[in-house]
């Protein structure tokens, strides 16, 4: 999946999307939101769909994605 399609999926895809690629990534929530530089309720929101990650938390996920390369 790329970063462009989950912008364009429905709220629980991209909580979903985002819990999976940080345990894949073996982060918990806390350390996640140091990774992004966000706070651990912001990651709980996201992955609970009551938020979506911003343009530029998206950018830094993007670049994630990018380091893990096949592990995701």
Known sequence: MTIKKSLAINQPEVG????ELRLSAGFTQEQFA?????KYCTINRWENGHNKPSPLAMEKISALLEEMGDRV
């Not at 979903?16 to 819990?19: A, G």
């Open 34 to 38: 140091t990774y992004l530089g966000v």
């Open 16 to 19: 979903q999307f985002i819990r």
